[in-house]
């Protein structure tokens, strides 16, 4: 993943506001991405190790695959602004203090149990600091959504410093993952609005992958002879 890919003269009509030169902004934009490119890496190392050692230890790979993802600028502008940061992009600080999904990562397991799994193994390292937790998997949303959301801040080391970076991580079911793609393709090509009938139906569907999910597990259980293999971690 490359974090050069923002050029200042193409954003600078998107951000006319900012009162740098473009060298400034180019700059600006590099470190944040920078930044939060490696608080990405370093987190996507720390699951793929913890995956890999389950393995080792159980045969089994918890994690099913994981993807990340940078907010573009536009997108930061945009979140600062409903935020009520004024003039964010002469702000960056207070943007970053602020934002705190500039960098994302979604970790897709195979069992809704896994996710406390994983998020617990991840949260017992001693240089991930928890910032916040949102636990939509026993209290879903609105909409039916269920996952498990930490804001992790995790150390970067640069050539002559060291920052502490926000990073978004959602834990989610495959099933889950499956519906909250497809929901979230068909509220943004209807942009946002969508009858209440389709909501209902869609949080019914919701509803059917959390049962299945369920019971998916005590099957998995059932085969593995085993109530509770991994409660240990
Ligand atoms: P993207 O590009 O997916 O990241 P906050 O971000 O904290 O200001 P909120 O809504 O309180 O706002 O945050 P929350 O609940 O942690 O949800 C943020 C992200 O979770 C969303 O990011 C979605 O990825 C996902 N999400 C939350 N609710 C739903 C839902 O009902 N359906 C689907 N499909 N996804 C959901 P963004 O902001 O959409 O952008």
Not at 159 to 186: T, Y
């Amino acid at each position: 993943m490359s974090f050069r890919y923002y050029y200042a003269d193409k954003i600078r009509e998107k951000v006319p506001h900012y009162k740098g030169t473009d060298e400034e902004l180019q700059d600006a934009i590099d470190d944040v991405s920078l930044l939060y490119n490696s608080a990405i890496k370093e987190v996507e190392v720390k699951l793929q190790i913890l995956s890999d050692d389950f393995d080792k230890k159980h045969s089994y790979m918890p994690i099913h695959h994981i993807q990340s993802r940078l907010k573009t600028i536009e997108s930061i502008m945009e979140k600062a602004e409903r935020y009520g940061i004024e003039d964010p992009i002469n702000n960056l600080d207070v943007v970053r203090r602020e934002i705190l999904d500039i960098a994302g990562i979604r970790v897709v397991c195979n069992y809704e149990e896994d996710l406390q799994t994983m998020s617990g193994l991840l949260l017992a390292q001693e240089d991930i600091e928890l910032i916040k937790i949102k636990d939509y998997t026993n209290n879903p949303k609105e909409s039916g959504y269920r996952s498990l959301h930490l804001v992790v801040s995790v150390p970067v080391y640069l050539v002559n410093r060291k920052k502490m970076v926000p990073v978004e991580l959602q834990f989610r079911s495959i099933a889950m993952d499956a519906w909250a793609s497809l929901e979230h393709e068909l509220r943004y090509k209807n942009k946002g609005e969508l009858s209440q009938d389709i909501v209902d139906t869609l949080k019914e569907c919701a509803e059917t992958l959390h049962k299945v999910d369920e019971r998916l597990s005590k099957v998995r259980h059932q085969v593995l002879h085993d109530e509770n293999k991994y409660s240990n971690y």
